[in-house]
């Protein structure tokens, strides 16, 4: 078995499959910040909340963690391993037009990586080991993180952390440009009728994705600061 994990093909297979499950954490993700941008906060508070304590969710979280440490794990692994066996590049074939991200995720990734401890020590962490203020809505019986607060204090009050998420979530998208298709064609699908298919999902999903994301600072710079 762990002659699989790093054989070329468990390499891509392990790179596939952590890229897979972080494409849909990030579908879910998304799904719940949106929510940021609908009334005064209770619907995106009542929704992480329930995120961040249902059992399910408890299970899942040291799993993510592992997908994402994994998944930076065999970049570099792979990255360093093709970096030592040719070191100048050579190209796939004469007719492969080959894209700017594709070419570069691992630079790409190394950033995502910065933009993200950045990201989850301005909240996760705050949320885990800090101190985040309450909210009751339901007259006082129960209280619940008053996550929006987190979020908007720091979208409201400081214009380059909403620059700052939007170039971070630039870099995410052009990773899931190569990302997306790259990784189901490592599975196997990866006749020449679906990697088309895949290329034009793969395109719309990052659109939905990075539009996404960015929309929320963008939502706040525009609404308080600009
Ligand atoms: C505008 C963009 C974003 C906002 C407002 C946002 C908000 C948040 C918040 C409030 C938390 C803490 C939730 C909790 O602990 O209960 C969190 C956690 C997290 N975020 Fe984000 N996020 C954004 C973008 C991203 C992006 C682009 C990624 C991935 C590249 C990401 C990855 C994570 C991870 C891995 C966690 C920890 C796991 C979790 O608590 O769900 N986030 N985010």
Redesign the pocket.
Known sequence: MSKFFFSSIGQKFFMSITGIF?ML??IV??TI?SL?LIGDGELFNKA??F??TNPI?KVI?PI??LG?ILHIFYAGYITLKNQKARPKKYKVSSNTKVSWASDNMFVLGGL?TI??II??A???WK??FGTVATISYDGGSTEI?D?YA??AGL?KNWWWYDIL?IV??VF?FLHLTHGFWSAFQTIGWNNNKWLNRLKLIGYVYSVI?GGG??S??LFFLIKYIL
């Open positions: 972080l954490f990030l993700h998304l910040n940021l992480a909340n995120m961040g969710m979280e993510l963690a994402f995502i933009f993200l990201h989850l301005n909240f996760f949320v885990k993180h996550l987190l979020v979208f998420y971070g979530v995410l994705i994301f960015a929320i600072p």
